[in-house]
């Protein structure tokens, strides 16, 4: 039977070094330093920075965003009244 290896070695037989090195406890980083308020305070700090790397759209740009919608959503409404129109027709002749 062939063993089975992986990248790093055999699958079976786990890596020396991984078994002679101890693990270091975490201390937590920033979030152990801080209490509740912190943290929140940390929260809302990263919220800001990420909102500043958001690249927002031009008035242009906005103004043709919304116009596309209000499109689609005008033909999906006529789409779906016609299919609508369709179903109470054929209600009305299968039912009477």
Do not use: C, H
Not at 33 to 40: A, E, Y
């Amino acid at each position: 039977m062939r063993d089975v290896t992986d990248a790093l070695g055999s699958i079976d037989m786990p890596d020396a070094d991984n078994d002679t090195r101890e693990k270091k406890a975490r201390k937590g980083g920033k979030r152990g330093k801080k209490g509740p308020l912190g943290r929140l305070a940390l929260f809302y700090r990263q919220i800001v920075a990420e909102l500043r790397k958001v690249v927002w759209p031009t008035r242009n740009q906005l103004t043709t965003y919304t116009t596309v919608v209000i499109v689609f959503v005008v033909i999906m409404i006529g789409l779906v009244t016609v299919i609508d129109y369709g179903f109470q027709e054929a209600i009305k002749f299968v039912f009477g």
